[in-house]
């Protein structure tokens, strides 16, 4: 007897679309075929639908401890299956950040079942913790080492030569930086205009991103240790980064390829406001070109939420960051139906590279004992985004009101569905990622 089975869905197994049925038990693909004759507690008809390995959004900012009045742990789960996505990696500038294994260990029992899909934390490394750096190989539920070398949200900051040295000397672990000069965001702040969200990406100009991430490139290589570059938003960063794959990867989001500046900026203010920033047209194009030449590795959403009274604050007093967990992959459909990429390689940029560069076990494809994490979708369904559906806490979308074709319907996480048609399903069972 089976738990669960997957029956009529198109199913992407081994890069390609195949019908087949799926066969769940204890948590894990059991079968994979024509189950037509197999006895199961309960069946899932995915018939016109496309079955998914488990999406993985490799960027979100779940605010606990500290900000828990914008997010939490068990909200920003909830948004995230809610938008088909089964696995997380959590980022680590909370209050107080989770730069040290006591607050690591903390943020674990935070997580244990209150959150809805599978989740890993980033640890956060700081000037003063890089000998505790070597020691997170083995740390459960441990993604990699997060590094700021720019200031965003929270204080962590890593911007010296020597202590970003130091940080890649003693990793064990991959470091994901979030990459911005802090001397030139320093030097260029004269250029900010109070109450002028415009000037923005002005302040944080792309030479800002280029000299960080060619000095992070640099170190990376000297030391041999992996680097991960997300939210990259220039032209210069992705013709750089794809003379030097290998040890180095990168990651855009799905509002960098949406929206372009200045328009952005006019439409939705300081509500598009976040870091690195929304830049002009000449460099999204640059950014699709990465992903048409599958340049990058992967696309995660950076979902950052603040309240709107928050947002509403004069810029440059308005927080940087915007949701995206729930409709990173509703986005990124519509992208495929418009041509923009294919079906084939958003599950590389959403399940199995996040697997690969990661090392997260078991998840990512659709195979005989892996885990059963699935996003189901309707490519055909056409899906308008309100805010009122948002299930964050900060009950907004920069993508409100816009109207996207793919959508997705169920999100089965460990062999249990999770989410059908927007209605979340029984209580938060998500689990720590295992890494290999």
Same mark, same amino acid.
């Given at each position: 007897?089976?738990?669960?089975?997957?029956?009529?869905?198109?199913?992407?197994?081994?890069?390609?679309?195949?019908?087949?049925?799926?066969?769940?038990?204890?948590? =894990?693909?059991?079968?994979?075929?024509?189950?037509?004759?197999?006895?199961? %507690?309960?069946?899932?008809?995915?018939?016109?639908?496309?079955?998914?390995?488990?999406?993985?959004?490799? @960027?979100?900012?779940?605010?606990?401890?500290?900000?828990?009045?914008?997010?939490?742990?068990? &909200?920003?789960?909830?948004?995230?299956?809610?938008?088909?996505?089964?696995?997380?990696?959590?980022?680590?500038?909370?209050?107080?950040?989770? &730069?040290?294994?006591? /607050?690591?260990?903390?943020?674990?029992?935070?997580?244990?079942?209150?959150?809805?899909?599978?989740? +890993?934390?980033?640890?956060?490394?700081?000037?003063?913790?890089?000998?505790?750096?070597?020691?997170?190989?083995?740390?459960?539920?441990?993604?990699? *080492?997060?590094?700021?070398?720019?200031?965003?949200?929270?204080?962590?900051?890593?911007?010296?030569?020597?202590?970003?040295?130091?940080?890649?000397?003693?990793?064990?672990?991959?470091?994901?930086?979030?990459? /911005?000069?802090?001397?030139?965001?320093?030097?260029?702040?004269?250029?900010?205009?109070?109450?002028?969200?415009?000037?923005?990406?002005?302040?944080?100009?792309?030479?800002?991103?280029?000299?960080?991430? %060619?000095?992070?490139?640099? *170190?990376?290589? %000297?030391?041999?240790?992996?680097?991960?570059?997300?939210?990259?938003?220039?032209?210069?960063?992705?013709?750089?980064?794809? @003379?030097?794959?290998?040890?180095?990867?990168?990651? *855009?989001?799905? @509002?960098?390829?949406?929206?372009? &500046?200045?328009?952005?900026?006019?439409?939705?203010?300081?509500? +598009?406001?976040?870091?690195?920033?929304?830049?002009?047209?000449?460099? @999204?194009? %640059?950014?699709?070109?990465?992903?048409?030449?599958?340049?990058?590795?992967?696309?995660?959403?950076?979902?950052?939420?603040?309240?709107?009274?928050? =947002?509403?604050?004069?810029?440059?007093?308005? !927080? &940087?960051?915007?949701?995206?967990?729930?409709?990173?992959?509703?986005?990124?459909?519509?992208?495929?139906?418009?041509?923009?990429?294919?079906?084939?390689?958003?599950?590389?940029?959403?399940?199995?590279?996040?697997?690969?560069?990661?090392?997260?076990?078991?998840?990512?494809?659709?195979?005989?004992?892996?885990?059963?994490?699935?996003?189901?979708?309707?490519?055909?369904?056409?899906?308008?985004?309100?805010?009122?559906?948002?299930?964050?806490?900060?009950?907004?979308?920069?993508?409100?009101?816009?109207?996207?074709?793919?959508? !997705?319907?169920?999100?089965?996480?460990?062999?249990?569905?999770?989410?059908?048609?927007?209605?979340? *399903?029984?209580?938060?069972?998500?689990?720590?990622?295992?890494?290999?």
């Amino acid at each position: 007897m089976l738990d669960l089975i997957i029956k009529n869905g198109l199913c992407f197994i081994e890069g390609a679309l195949k019908n087949a049925d799926i066969g769940i038990k204890n948590g =894990k693909i059991f079968e994979i075929g024509s189950l037509e004759n197999k006895k199961s %507690r309960d069946v899932f008809d995915a018939k016109n639908l496309t079955v998914l390995p488990g999406c993985i959004d490799t @960027q979100v900012h779940f605010r606990e401890p500290g900000s828990t009045n914008a997010e939490d742990l068990n &909200s920003g789960s909830r948004a995230a299956i809610a938008g088909g996505i089964t696995s997380v990696f959590e980022m680590p500038n909370t209050n107080p950040p989770t &730069s040290s294994k006591k /607050e690591f260990f903390n943020k674990l029992k935070l997580a244990k079942d209150r959150m809805y899909c599978n989740y +890993a934390f980033y640890f956060g490394a700081t000037p003063e913790n890089y000998r505790e750096l070597s020691e997170l190989k083995d740390l459960e539920g441990c993604c990699g *080492i997060k590094l700021f070398a720019g200031s965003s949200t929270g204080n962590l900051l890593v911007n010296k030569e020597e202590d970003i040295e130091k940080v890649f000397q003693n990793s064990s672990k991959i470091v994901s930086v979030h990459s /911005e000069d802090e001397e030139i965001l320093n030097m260029r702040k004269k250029l900010i205009k109070k109450g002028d969200v415009k000037t923005h990406p002005i302040w944080r100009n792309e030479v800002s991103a280029i000299a960080s991430t %060619r000095r992070i490139v640099k *170190i990376a290589e %000297r030391f041999k240790k992996k680097a991960h570059i997300l939210h990259v938003t220039t032209k210069d960063e992705v013709d750089f980064l794809s @003379q030097h794959k290998g040890d180095v990867t990168f990651e *855009i989001t799905p @509002q960098h390829l949406t929206l372009s &500046s200045p328009e952005c900026y006019e439409a939705l203010g300081t509500y +598009a406001q976040m870091n690195p920033p929304i830049r002009e047209k000449i460099h @999204q194009d %640059r950014l699709w070109y990465a992903v048409r030449n599958n340049l990058v590795d992967i696309i995660g959403s950076d979902h950052a939420p603040h309240l709107k009274e928050d =947002k509403d604050k004069t810029y440059p007093n308005s !927080p &940087s960051g915007m949701p995206g967990v729930q409709t990173l992959l509703t986005i990124m459909l519509d992208h495929v139906n418009k041509g923009k990429l294919n079906l084939e390689q958003l599950v590389k940029f959403l399940c199995e590279n996040p697997v690969d560069i990661f090392g997260i076990e078991n998840k990512g494809y659709i195979k005989k004992d892996y885990d059963a994490d699935f996003t189901i979708i309707d490519l055909e369904k056409t899906i308008r985004i309100k805010n009122e559906k948002i299930e964050s806490k900060c009950k907004w979308s920069p993508f409100d009101g816009y109207e996207f074709k793919g959508k !997705p319907v169920a999100t089965i996480i460990n062999g249990k569905i999770k989410m059908i048609n927007g209605e979340i *399903i029984g209580d938060p069972e998500g689990e720590a990622l295992i890494f290999n």
